[in-house]
Nanobody
Framework: QVQLVESGGGLVQAGGSLRLSCAVS????????MGWYRQAPGKLRERVAS???????NYADSVKGRFTISRDNAKNTAYLQMNNLKPEDTAVYYCAAGVGTIASDYWGQGTQVTVSS
């Protein structure tokens, strides 16, 4: 069993920063890719960022240059550093992990990020 627990969400002003954390427990041997997704009201869930076991990263165009995904394999934790936040970044952010290259097999419960203008 794999469990993912997000933390670090909250309310910030536009232009501010937040750092999300995702602690992974359970059968971590099976985990390869990890990623962050978000879903805003009335919107489809979108992939924000992903990172492979070797450290390669991918970002949605909307967050490039502002968000940074990282992972600490020794601590079994992934992070999403979010800088220069915009109101349109407001969403529930989900951490996800996968046994292959797609982080979609296991999901956290989500954490709310609200950016006020």
């Amino acid at each position: 069993q794999v469990q993912l627990v997000e933390s670090g969400g909250g309310l910030v002003q536009a232009g501010g920063s937040l750092r999300l954390s995702c602690a992974v427990s359970g059968s971590i041997f099976s985990i390869n890719a990890m990623g962050w997704y978000r879903q805003a009201p009335g919107k489809l869930r979108e992939r924000v960022a992903s990172i492979g076991s070797g450290g390669s990263t991918n970002y949605a165009d909307s967050v490039k240059g502002r968000f940074t995904i990282s992972r600490d394999n020794a601590k079994n934790t992934a992070y999403l550093q979010m800088n220069n936040l915009k109101p349109e970044d407001t969403a529930v952010y989900y951490c996800a992990a996968g046994v292959g290259t797609i982080a979609s097999d296991y999901w956290g419960q989500g954490t709310q990020v609200t950016v006020s203008s």
